[in-house]
């Protein structure tokens, strides 16, 4: 599913295919044989592929917003503590770890695609 391909050049055939470049274009940007790109368009994009590609409104907490709480969780600090270190309210970290499981239990990458999955 070219494997060979790094992410952003997975992205770029798939944008290249919606602007309505044919599979030999998009194989001659890309500098790779055409039969990897057909079989790269023909699979759904992996989860990371979806993952990038999903922007959260301004006001939902990023990937990046997710990973600070967890690094707070680790280092003791409280949730207000997480919360004003990152500029937000501690309503919002509050409900962001009660709804991944808790402080023992939250996972960035988990919450993030639990929010992306209710957003979609």
């Given amino acids: ?3 060979h391909l790094t ?4 992205q770029l055939a798939r944008r290249l ?6 599979i030999r274009q998009i194989s001659q940007q890309l500098g790779c044989v055409h039969q990897t790109i057909r079989v790269l368009l023909l699979s759904p994009p992996s989860r990371a ?10 006001s939902s907490l990023t990937l990046n917003e997710r990973e600070e709480i967890m ?13 004003r270190n990152m500029g937000r309210a501690p309503s919002t970290i509050s409900r962001e770890v009660a709804s991944g499981g808790g402080a023992a239990n939250y996972r960035p990458y988990a919450a993030h695609c ?7």
């Fill in 1 to 3: 599913m070219g494997a």
């Fill in 7 to 10: 992410a952003e050049q997975r």
């Fill in 17 to 22: 295919k919606a602007k309505g470049l044919s």
């Fill in 49 to 58: 592929e979806q993952m990038e590609s999903w922007d959260p409104r301004p």
């Fill in 71 to 83: 690094a707070g969780l680790a280092q003791g600090l409280s949730l207000r503590q997480i919360a």
């Fill in 114 to 120: 639990s929010t992306r999955h209710r957003a979609c």
